[in-house]
């Protein structure tokens, strides 16, 4: 098992930027494929991004590619969502997630979960 700890949400005006870190224990980080999801209220949970067991592959969503950064520090057991030109519509509760399929954009198919992040940006 793994656990999962998000932070480094808040509020944001549009344009601005914000790096959310999520910090893992448990099992050696570098089994896990890592990713981002978020889910707006009323919304099903939505992919943002995914990157490979040691980084070297990574996958977006079309929303914030050329916009969000995703990375890990296997050394810190540490993964990272660099946000910028953050939009409106970029609000939402942010999860880290873990599991076997770094090319997986299916929240089911993830197997462990943080407890998310809220972020918000205002117009």
């Known amino acids: 098992q793994v656990q999962l700890v998000e932070s480094g949400g808040g509020l944001v005006q549009a344009g601005g930027s914000l790096r959310l870190s999520c910090a893992a224990s448990?099992?050696?980080?570098?089994?896990?494929?890592m990713a981002w999801f978020h889910q707006a209220p009323g919304k099903e949970r939505e992919f943002v991004a995914t990157?490979?067991?040691?980084?070297?592959?990574?996958l977006y969503a079309d929303s914030v590619k050329g916009r969000f950064t995703i990375s890990r520090d296997n050394a810190k057991n540490t993964v990272y969502l660099q946000m910028n030109s953050l939009k409106p519509e970029d609000t939402a509760v942010y999860y880290c997630?873990?599991?076997?399929?770094?090319?997986?954009?299916?929240?089911?198919?993830?197997?462990?979960w943080g407890q998310g992040t809220q972020v918000t940006v205002s117009s």
């Open positions: 997630a873990a599991g076997a399929n770094a090319r997986s954009t299916d929240f089911r198919a993830w197997d462990y």
């Open positions: 448990g099992r050696t980080f570098t089994a896990y494929a």
């Open positions: 990157i490979s067991r040691i980084g070297v592959t990574t």
